[in-house]
Each structure stands twice: as C-alpha cells, then as structure tokens.
C-alpha cells in the first residue's frame, strides 16, 4: 500500500460577474499613469510594469477592483476551508493586490510570498504564446541524490509544474509555495492581478 502525504494544494476557478474587458482597461489605464510605479520598475530592473510598490489602494480607485475583491474573498475562504484551516474565528483579509504586466521577453524569476497565507493571481490578458506559470516542488531543495523525475512522470510526482491559465482564471496557492513566470514568448503583454492573504486582524 502506497500513501500520498503532505499534499500541496493549487485551487483553480473562473471569476463570476467580472468584466475581463473592463478590468484589462484598468489595469492598461492605471500602469500608464502610474509614474511612481514606472520609476520603481526602471530603477529596480524590472521588466513591464507591476504596481506593487506603487498603489496599495485599486479596490478604492476603480470599482471593477472592488468587485474583483468581493469575488476572490468567496474563492479565498473556499480554498481555506478545503486546506482544513482552523482559523480560530480570525478572518483571511486581503493585505495586497497589484497589477502585473509582462512584455514580450519578460520574466518574474522564483519567488515566495512571506508573511503572507494565501496567494494567488488572476488572469487578465494570455495571448497566444504567454508564459504558463511555474510550481516549484516545496522539498526540491532537499533531494540532494535523487535521481530526476521521468518525463512521463505524474502530475504531482514532477519537481516542476506549469499551469497555463485561461483569461477569467483565479489560480490560489499557499504562499510559502516557490513560483515563477517564465519569459514572455507573446509578442503582446500578459495582464494578472496578484494578491496576498493574511490571517488576523
């Protein structure tokens, strides 16, 4: 008898009642007047454009925003209730949300989110040839003499997973889960919205 132990978790839906059109504008709209958040990218090298060191407040700016919160807290408590969290009567509340923008040759390299429960993205612009996003095995590092996966090995056998998105997708994942995206091969830019959950007031 073989077990399966110390799962890792990825939850993927569709947003219901978002504009995808209307969200891709704002987000096109609020990247081209964001000068404080075009000058971090250009002094931080950081290809396209992302808002997060810029704006901490979108649900307030444009309410396309705040209905998109009003949806990702639905998906948020029904991915914590399947990791079986006891959240002691303290909430999963939003703490970041940010725009990403990717152009053609850009890449976001591995990364985790810490301090942080829950995080995710959702997908605003995947034209054909956008990069997928990469899963990193959490025990990688650990494997030190073992030998590589098969490549007709099982999904969650491999020490490395691509997901590629759908625009309209919500794709959520415990922070502490190593990703990365890829370069860019689309000659048009790849939207997301990003964001973290924390628990606690």
């Not at 799962?7 to 704002?26: H, K, N, P, V």
């Not at 990702?72 to 969290?85: Q, S």
């Not at 509340?93 to 429960?117: F, K, R």
């Amino acid at each position: 008898m073989i077990s399966t132990l110390f799962a890792t978790r990825l939850y993927r839906a569709r947003l219901a009642g978002i504009d995808a059109q209307e969200l891709e504008a704002s987000c096109l709209s609020i990247a081209e007047d964001d000068e404080a958040g075009q000058t971090w990218c250009e002094e931080n090298g950081y290809p396209g454009y992302t808002s997060y060191a810029s704006l901490t407040d979108l649900p307030w700016r444009f309410p396309i925003f705040d209905a998109l919160v009003k949806e990702l807290d639905k998906h948020v408590a029904a991915f914590a209730e399947d990791l079986a969290f006891d959240l002691g009567g303290k909430p999963l509340t939003l703490e970041d949300l940010w725009i990403n923008i990717l152009p053609e040759g850009g890449i976001h390299t591995a990364h985790i989110h810490p301090h942080s429960v829950i995080s995710g993205t959702t997908y605003v612009a995947m034209p054909k040839g956008a990069s997928a996003i990469k899963f990193e095995d959490p025990r990688h590092q650990m494997m030190m003499a073992a030998p590589p996966r098969r490549e007709d090995a099982r999904e969650e056998m491999r020490s490395f997973v691509y997901v590629a998105p759908d625009v309209g997708d919500v794709l959520l994942w415990e922070s502490w889960l190593r990703h990365e995206v890829p370069m860019n091969m689309a000659e048009d830019e790849r939207i997301s919205v990003s964001f973290n959950y924390k628990w606690g007031d």
